[in-house]
């Protein structure tokens, strides 16, 4: 199968999936009453649009021509809006703070949430991070890490700066990891820097059995054109699961997008009375004591 590239870079199909959380950021932020102001992610996919276009790759395709399901659209930028508040809100109560955003693929975070004093790392697999190397600038306070989170080797930039209070962000990204990888990572979080903070989406695990898998591939592959390795593998019941993984992980609090007073989900709104959708895909905060 053709690999894709992007920026002259080979990128792998879970890679790209950061264009299509981009694009969702930039469509949105164009749009009337937007919920997200994103203008670097509109600068980038201007850069971007020429490649996409005129690749052969069909989701590349359809990226260019903004052709993106709106619900789509307007779930991801809910989501990046509420992370965003997320640190904004860790920011006020430690003035120290340092945050982690694990599998940032493309997100400008860092520009929407920058009060002047964060230390902020974006962490990505390596392809990713050669890719938004050519697109925006590191700094002393924005810092990228070119690694896999699996590979923990990553932790000892953060432990040498004996941070004073520690937020680990995972936003769309631990679905994509198999269950055993996602409980050592918590795990290894958890004993590396005490007291630190983690927000991560999780996937409900209920659909990651037949028929339902079914339903998400075909979601995930021939509405989205995914390719067929961005594939969700990971997912739990209930946020207070990880309190069962070891003594310590610590639920905080959880939220559900349908539940947001959001004018432009329209007619979804109805699902969130129905917890088998409301809870497909949610994002819980945990203190790993
Ligand atoms: C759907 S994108 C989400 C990007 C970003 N968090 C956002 O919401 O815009 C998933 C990201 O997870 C990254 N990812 C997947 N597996 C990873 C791994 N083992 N280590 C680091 N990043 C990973 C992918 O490269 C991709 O950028």
Redesign the pocket.
């Known amino acids: 199968m053709e690999i894709p590239k992007l920026l002259n870079t080979e990128i792998s199909d879970?890679?790209a999936?950061?264009l299509?959380?981009?694009y969702c950021h930039a469509l949105e932020s164009q749009s009337k009453d937007t919920i997200l102001d994103d203008p670097l992610a509109v600068e980038i996919t201007d850069k971007l649009n020429p490649e996409l276009s005129q690749s052969d790759n069909k989701f590349y395709q359809s990226l260019a021509k903004g052709k993106v399901e709106k619900k789509l659209v307007v779930h991801i930028a809910m989501r990046?809006k509420r992370y965003d508040d997320y640190v904004r809100n860790f920011l006020e109560r430690s003035h120290h703070g340092i945050v982690v955003n694990?599998?940032?693929?493309l997100?400008t975070r860092f520009h929407r949430i920058d009060n002047g004093k964060v230390i902020f790392y974006d962490?990505?697999?390596p392809e990713?991070i050669a890719v938004k190397r050519k697109l925006l600038p590191e700094t002393d306070r924005y810092r990228f890490i070119p690694s896999?989170?699996?590979n923990y080797e990553w932790m000892e930039a953060i432990t040498q700066l004996n941070p004073d209070s520690l937020l680990f962000l995972a936003?769309?990204?631990l679905m994509?990891?198999q269950e055993d990888e996602v409980k050592s990572l918590v795990l290894k979080l958890q004993s590396t820097f005490p007291g630190c903070e983690l927000i991560a989406e999780f996937f409900n695990a209920l659909w990651l059995k037949p028929p339902l898998q079914g339903i998400m591939n075909r979601k995930l592959q021939r509405d989205l054109h995914l390719g067929n390795d961005a594939t969700f593998k990971f997912g739990i019941r209930d946020s207070k699961d990880l309190e069962g993984w070891n003594p310590g992980i610590e639920f905080l609090d959880d939220w559900f997008y349908l539940d947001e007073p959001e004018n432009k989900l329209g007619l979804l709104r109805v699902l969130k009375d129905i917890p088998f959708f409301r809870k497909i895909q949610w994002t819980a905060r945990y203190k790993l004591n």
């Open positions: 879970v890679a999936t950061s299509l959380t981009l990046a694990i599998g940032c693929g997100d962490l990505d697999l990713v896999s989170v699996l936003e769309g990204v994509y990891l």
